[in-house]
């Protein structure tokens, strides 16, 4: 899975998390930042969404990693997840 790939299934999920109600309504990010994370041990990509977004789409920025982690945890390739300072790190 790509950074972009990641961001595109983050995107994905947060309109279908808002669809069935689990998110409360709003404007979805026009485009999210995936990138490596400083150390290594916290996986292969990060996102600080639930920081970002959390807030703005009235959700605690925890139970939005942890409504967010739960989804993206089901996404192919996609082996495991981890909330380390309320910032999505996955491994592949």
Avoid: C, Y
């Avoid at 709003?26 to 490596?36: H, Q, S």
């Avoid at 996102?47 to 089901?74: C, D, H, I, Y």
């Amino acid at each position: 899975m790509t950074p972009a790939d990641i961001a595109a299934s983050i995107l994905r999920i947060l309109a279908s998390l808002q669809a069935s109600g689990s998110l409360n309504a709003g404007e979805l990010p026009a485009d999210i930042t995936v990138e490596r994370p400083k150390n290594r041990d916290h996986g292969d990509w990060a996102t600080n969404v639930a920081m970002q977004w959390g807030a703005k789409l009235s959700a605690n920025p925890r139970e939005f990693a942890n409504l967010l982690s739960a989804e993206l945890a089901k996404e192919p390739g996609v082996e495991k997840l981890m909330s380390q300072a309320l910032a999505l790190s996955t491994s592949l």
